[in-house]
């Protein structure tokens, strides 16, 4: 009976244990099909909104732009349609918005019955004009000549320099800046974080006293446990105008900034990874290097180091995959302008930061909400690349260390 | 929790039939219990929520739920009814104007305070003036150096709030005649953190709320008129309208929820719930 009891309750536990990781998977598996689901839909979409159509006078010959044109246009910096190929006439942009700029008092009537007749005026008296307005508001037989509307191209997307998710009538969405600046940043970071975090490890592995050992250890893991919006607070603070006044600069919100910060964050990580690989170091092969001659110093060198090279490796990968992530601090101490940085001394604006700050007011299932979501896959195929690099860094060494 | 809600929605204009006529104290007793939701603007946000709580320690039968999300989010759900007060930062959009002519809705507005918008710059700049134009050149990227406005020789670093907020459209809209921020405009995710930007940085410039106004940051005059005068941000100056950057916060509600929101909304305009304004950092109606 206790005996029957027993494998029961086993039963049980396995499919307990089976349930859970099966759920968990799942789960996993659901978010990352989401993920795509919305982030690869963004190229269904035309970065003009939708329901929404650019007309111009029927006597232009121009039949289509591109999003940076139709910004350009409104900003006011192509100001007469021969600059892009079209009649030499004068561009009058003419927003939905501004329609009681275009009409004269009473010509639009209080419940709007009359609009698409107004609309159809306004396009067909101005020669210059470019309209935008809801699809909906063209009345039959309408006089002007309304543009195709393209879907966002994948390299429009992804090679593409600015980023204006909001601007109207068309989004300008090239995340290229972004990539770049999450990259330049981590990069920065891993720079900071890998000597100094690897000297920390190697002075508590080998070095340090067992007492010391025992205060900086837990000290050291409490840095993990801090905010992040402390740390971010922290930089601006303290580390923005340091690094300002440092390098004379005009302003301090830079890549260096992020970089510091998030090489401070990501220091438990590596300290921590890769101080478990040092001390794995069997305890003959140190003996045998310190029975041949060698010093301390050589024996670290030549012995501990070559040895939990894979445990380093994975280490600084791991860091890395922590700064890519990081959201909070960065956004607060990078100055988040979404330029093309060229050095670690400019402000950025990396992927995490640009999603935190702007999805909460993007319409959903909108081009600029699609976006994020596109955003967000490119960070998740980032930090694959890297989980696959720890995998592969640290299966290399098993096989290194069987021959 | 749902059914007894439901229960009392059917029961509280039974009763009002019922007891008309014969027993006005009843009928008033009952109709104090008011719920209703309020969504919209994280800039009315803060006002909002205080006057609510003050509003329902007067009467403990009121229930207020007051939800932010900005304010084309607040209008959005008044459309759908999912919200009995719109709270909005800005006016009604001709779009908005035409959905919700389009589905019967008729919108009733009312102005519960104003805010103006400061442009700060660091206290060691030497400009104290500014007109319209040569902000939106600052803004846009064409003015890159303080001594095209009559400054220092000094490169202009310009801070903006994230697009998510309101204030970083009311801006765009207002001074920079629609046209879009320079890509290389730093943008910041809070006031708070564009104030310290700004106290550090000597060649900065920014806009925040007049509530957030300190000693570390110097004010700029600011002219609508090409130059001819120039007015210092302050809450009088909002008042009687001679600041020109500032905007109306307002509340939309549907003329058929009258009876529902007038209570709470002339608590607002009362002179307990103008307090709350200036207190909040904003500036009364009257």
């Given at each position: 009976m206790l005996k029957y009891w027993k494998k029961t309750s086993e039963k049980i536990v396995e499919g307990l244990l089976f349930l859970s990781g099966t759920v968990s998977s799942l789960v996993v598996l659901l978010i990352v099909l989401f993920l795509f689901k919305e982030g690869l839909s963004v190229f269904n979409q035309s970065p003009i909104e939708e329901g929404y159509i650019i007309a111009v006078n029927s006597s232009n010959n121009i039949d289509r732009l591109d999003p940076h044109q139709i910004k350009d246009i409104y900003d006011g910096k192509i100001i007469n349609w021969s600059e892009i190929s079209g009649p030499d006439v004068a561009i009058a942009p003419f927003r939905f918005s501004d329609i009681t700029d275009f009409t004269i008092e009473g010509q639009l009537a209080d419940d709007f019955s009359n609009l698409s007749f107004v609309l159809d005026s306004i396009v067909a008296v101005n020669p210059g004009i470019i309209a935008f307005f809801p699809e909906k508001y063209i009345k039959s037989g309408f006089r002007g000549k309304t543009l195709e509307k393209s879907k966002l191209g994948v390299i429009e997307f992804l090679g593409g320099t600015q980023w204006f998710p909001t601007a109207e009538?068309?989004?300008?969405?090239?995340?290229?800046?972004?990539?770049?600046?999450?990259?330049?940043?981590?990069?920065?970071?891993?720079?900071?974080?890998?000597?100094?975090?690897?000297?920390?490890?190697?002075?508590?592995?080998?070095?340090?006293?067992?007492?010391?050992?025992?205060?900086?250890?837990?000290?050291?893991?409490?840095?993990?446990?801090?905010?992040?919006v402390v740390y971010g607070f922290f930089g601006l603070v303290v580390i923005v105008p340091m690094i300002k006044d440092l390098f004379g600069l005009p302003v301090g919100e830079t890549g260096l900034a992020g970089s510091i910060i998030l090489g401070i964050m990501a220091l438990p990580t590596v300290i921590t990874i890769s101080e478990d690989a040092l001390r794995n170091t069997p305890r003959i092969m140190r003996e045998a290097s310190l029975a041949l001659g060698a010093t301390r110093w050589q024996t670290i060198v030549r012995v501990v180091i070559p040895y939990s090279i894979s445990g380093i490796t994975a280490a600084a990968i791991l860091g890395i995959g922590r700064a890519i992530g990081e959201t909070m601090a960065v956004l607060m101490v990078t100055g988040n302008a979404s330029v093309i940085p060229t050095t670690l001394l400019e402000p950025v604006r990396t992927i995490p930061a640009t999603i935190a700050a702007e999805l909460g007011e993007a319409p959903q299932g909108g081009v600029h909400f699609k976006a994020l979501f596109a955003l967000a896959c490119i960070l998740f195929i980032m930090t694959l690349i890297i989980n696959l690099l720890v995998e592969y860094a640290s299966s290399k060494s098993i096989r290194s260390k069987k021959n | 929790m749902n059914t007894t809600k439901l229960f009392l929605f059917a029961l509280v204009p039974a009763l009002v039939l019922t007891s008309c006529g014969n027993n006005e104290k009843q009928d008033e007793s009952k109709k104090e219990e008011i719920s209703f939701t309020i969504k919209g603007s994280d800039t009315v946000l803060p006002l909002t929520q205080k006057a609510a709580e003050l509003f329902m320690k007067t009467a403990s039968e009121n229930s207020i739920t007051v939800v932010g999300g900005g304010s084309g989010v607040g209008i959005s759900a008044l459309m759908d009814g999912t919200t009995d007060i719109a709270m909005s930062s800005r006016d009604l959009k001709t779009d908005e104007k035409l959905k919700l002519s389009e589905g019967g809705h008729d919108v009733k507005i009312s102005i519960i305070a104003f805010d103006a918008l400061a442009v700060v710059v660091n206290p060691s700049n030497g400009v104290s003036n500014i007109t319209r134009e040569q902000l939106e050149g600052i803004f846009t990227g064409a003015i890159k150096n303080w001594k095209e406005v009559g400054g220092k020789d000094l490169k202009i670093i310009a801070y903006s709030r994230e697009s998510s907020s309101g204030t970083y459209e009311f801006f765009k809209e207002h001074v920079m005649s629609k046209k879009n921020y320079a890509s290389d405009i730093l943008s910041l995710p809070a006031t708070g953190a564009i104030i310290q930007s700004i106290s550090q940085t000597p060649g900065a410039i920014g806009y925040v709320g007049l509530a957030y106004i300190n000693e570390n940051v110097k004010t700029l005059s600011v002219s609508y008129d090409q130059g001819t005068t120039f007015v210092a941000p302050s809450v009088e100056a909002a008042k009687d309208k001679s600041y020109p950057v500032s905007r109306p916060l307002y509340y939309f509600y549907e003329s058929s929820k009258e009876s529902l929101v007038m209570p709470f909304i002339q608590f607002c305009l009362s002179a307990e719930g103008q307090n709350l304004v200036k207190e909040v950092g904003y500036v009364p109606v009257n």
């Amino acid at each position: 009976m206790l005996k029957y009891w027993k494998k029961t309750s086993e039963k049980i536990v396995e499919g307990l244990l089976f349930l859970s990781g099966t759920v968990s998977s799942l789960v996993v598996l659901l978010i990352v099909l989401f993920l795509f689901k919305e982030g690869l839909s963004v190229f269904n979409q035309s970065p003009i909104e939708e329901g929404y159509i650019i007309a111009v006078n029927s006597s232009n010959n121009i039949d289509r732009l591109d999003p940076h044109q139709i910004k350009d246009i409104y900003d006011g910096k192509i100001i007469n349609w021969s600059e892009i190929s079209g009649p030499d006439v004068a561009i009058a942009p003419f927003r939905f918005s501004d329609i009681t700029d275009f009409t004269i008092e009473g010509q639009l009537a209080d419940d709007f019955s009359n609009l698409s007749f107004v609309l159809d005026s306004i396009v067909a008296v101005n020669p210059g004009i470019i309209a935008f307005f809801p699809e909906k508001y063209i009345k039959s037989g309408f006089r002007g000549k309304t543009l195709e509307k393209s879907k966002l191209g994948v390299i429009e997307f992804l090679g593409g320099t600015q980023w204006f998710p909001t601007a109207e009538p068309a989004a300008q969405l090239g995340v290229l800046p972004l990539v770049l600046g999450t990259l330049w940043v981590s990069f920065g970071a891993i720079l900071i974080a890998l000597p100094l975090g690897l000297a920390t490890a190697i002075y508590m592995a080998e070095i340090a006293h067992e007492r010391v050992r025992g205060i900086l250890k837990p000290v050291i893991e409490l840095l993990a446990g801090i905010p992040s919006v402390v740390y971010g607070f922290f930089g601006l603070v303290v580390i923005v105008p340091m690094i300002k006044d440092l390098f004379g600069l005009p302003v301090g919100e830079t890549g260096l900034a992020g970089s510091i910060i998030l090489g401070i964050m990501a220091l438990p990580t590596v300290i921590t990874i890769s101080e478990d690989a040092l001390r794995n170091t069997p305890r003959i092969m140190r003996e045998a290097s310190l029975a041949l001659g060698a010093t301390r110093w050589q024996t670290i060198v030549r012995v501990v180091i070559p040895y939990s090279i894979s445990g380093i490796t994975a280490a600084a990968i791991l860091g890395i995959g922590r700064a890519i992530g990081e959201t909070m601090a960065v956004l607060m101490v990078t100055g988040n302008a979404s330029v093309i940085p060229t050095t670690l001394l400019e402000p950025v604006r990396t992927i995490p930061a640009t999603i935190a700050a702007e999805l909460g007011e993007a319409p959903q299932g909108g081009v600029h909400f699609k976006a994020l979501f596109a955003l967000a896959c490119i960070l998740f195929i980032m930090t694959l690349i890297i989980n696959l690099l720890v995998e592969y860094a640290s299966s290399k060494s098993i096989r290194s260390k069987k021959n | 929790m749902n059914t007894t809600k439901l229960f009392l929605f059917a029961l509280v204009p039974a009763l009002v039939l019922t007891s008309c006529g014969n027993n006005e104290k009843q009928d008033e007793s009952k109709k104090e219990e008011i719920s209703f939701t309020i969504k919209g603007s994280d800039t009315v946000l803060p006002l909002t929520q205080k006057a609510a709580e003050l509003f329902m320690k007067t009467a403990s039968e009121n229930s207020i739920t007051v939800v932010g999300g900005g304010s084309g989010v607040g209008i959005s759900a008044l459309m759908d009814g999912t919200t009995d007060i719109a709270m909005s930062s800005r006016d009604l959009k001709t779009d908005e104007k035409l959905k919700l002519s389009e589905g019967g809705h008729d919108v009733k507005i009312s102005i519960i305070a104003f805010d103006a918008l400061a442009v700060v710059v660091n206290p060691s700049n030497g400009v104290s003036n500014i007109t319209r134009e040569q902000l939106e050149g600052i803004f846009t990227g064409a003015i890159k150096n303080w001594k095209e406005v009559g400054g220092k020789d000094l490169k202009i670093i310009a801070y903006s709030r994230e697009s998510s907020s309101g204030t970083y459209e009311f801006f765009k809209e207002h001074v920079m005649s629609k046209k879009n921020y320079a890509s290389d405009i730093l943008s910041l995710p809070a006031t708070g953190a564009i104030i310290q930007s700004i106290s550090q940085t000597p060649g900065a410039i920014g806009y925040v709320g007049l509530a957030y106004i300190n000693e570390n940051v110097k004010t700029l005059s600011v002219s609508y008129d090409q130059g001819t005068t120039f007015v210092a941000p302050s809450v009088e100056a909002a008042k009687d309208k001679s600041y020109p950057v500032s905007r109306p916060l307002y509340y939309f509600y549907e003329s058929s929820k009258e009876s529902l929101v007038m209570p709470f909304i002339q608590f607002c305009l009362s002179a307990e719930g103008q307090n709350l304004v200036k207190e909040v950092g904003y500036v009364p109606v009257n």
